[in-house]
């Protein structure tokens, strides 16, 4: 990120106008820009790579440990998964705290665009996760047609 804040705020100091935005929501499309630029260079994705929570409370009990380890990996697989439009509200949204008008923003999209993004991106989640929630079942209770 420290790239893109010298890059876009040493080349063009003027476009930055702290009345219209904050310098957070300013920096992101430029970092969303640069990201796509390099995902193209590339010919391909990288991925997220370890996005644990520095603040989750960490389990002594080694079973504990290697379960919430597997979870994360699926969660970051089911994630990786998603469209690009999709995974990049739901990674703004859940992971870096952003607003939904900050996201609208950021991708330039209306924040209507972002909620129904961010709805089909936790919908595929969810039915991409089912397992691991409700039993190893593979199936949630409304596909079963068993609703409480």
Known sequence: MLE???????????????RR???????YPAAR??????FRDLGGE???GDRNNANSQ????????????ELSAEIQKAIAQLAPLQREVVILFEYEDQTLA???????????TVKSRLRRARERLRRDLAPYFNGGSGASKQESGHEQ
Not at 59 to 69: F, G
Not at 102 to 112: K, L, R, T, Y
């Open 4 to 18: 893109v804040q010298n890059y876009s705020l040493m080349t063009h100091p003027v476009r930055f106008d702290p």
């Open 21 to 27: 935005a904050s310098l957070r929501t300013y920096l």
């Open 33 to 38: 820009n640069l990201a796509f630029k390099r």
């Open 46 to 48: 990288v991925p997220l």
């Open 58 to 69: 960490k389990s002594t009990e080694p079973l504990h440990a290697l379960l919430a380890e």
């Open 102 to 112: 900050d996201v609208a923003a950021i991708v330039g999209a209306d924040v209507g």
